[in-house]
């Protein structure tokens, strides 16, 4: 059964810096894509940050030059590391993972609180 964990959420201040990891277990095979989604209550879940086997990487207009995504290939994992976070951040933050693409057929993590807060 495969599963992604994600870790390193929690509170932080305006302007301060999180990294958040996902891990996939259950499965020997690399995912093509993975990403970062987030949600806050009564909205939908929205992408952040996605990137796939070449490399190539996508994120929502808001994160760009705040927030990178990296990948460690070998270990299937995915990586967040969010810079200048503003309250607007402030959601659960969901781990995806895909063998052919990301999004609501792929798989999802559990979810880690990220909290921006003075």
């Known amino acids: 059964q495969v599963q992604l964990v994600e870790s390193g959420g929690g509170l932080v201040q305006p302007g301060g810096s999180l990294r958040l990891s996902c891990a996939a277990s259950g499965t020997t095979s690399r995912f093509y894509a993975m990403g970062w989604y987030r949600q806050v209550p009564g909205k939908q879940r929205d992408m952040v940050a996605t990137?796939?086997?070449?490399?190539?990487?996508k994120y929502v207009d808001s994160v760009k030059g705040r927030f990178y995504i990296s990948r460690d290939y070998a270990k299937n994992e995915v990586y967040l590391d969010m810079n200048s976070l503003q309250p607007e951040d402030t959601a659960v933050y969901y781990c995806?993972?895909?063998?052919?693409?990301?999004?609501?057929?792929?798989?999802w993590g559990q979810g880690t609180q990220v909290t921006v807060s003075s």
């Open positions: 995806n993972g895909g063998y052919y693409a990301v999004g609501n057929d792929a798989f």
């Open positions: 990137v796939n086997d070449d490399g190539i990487t």
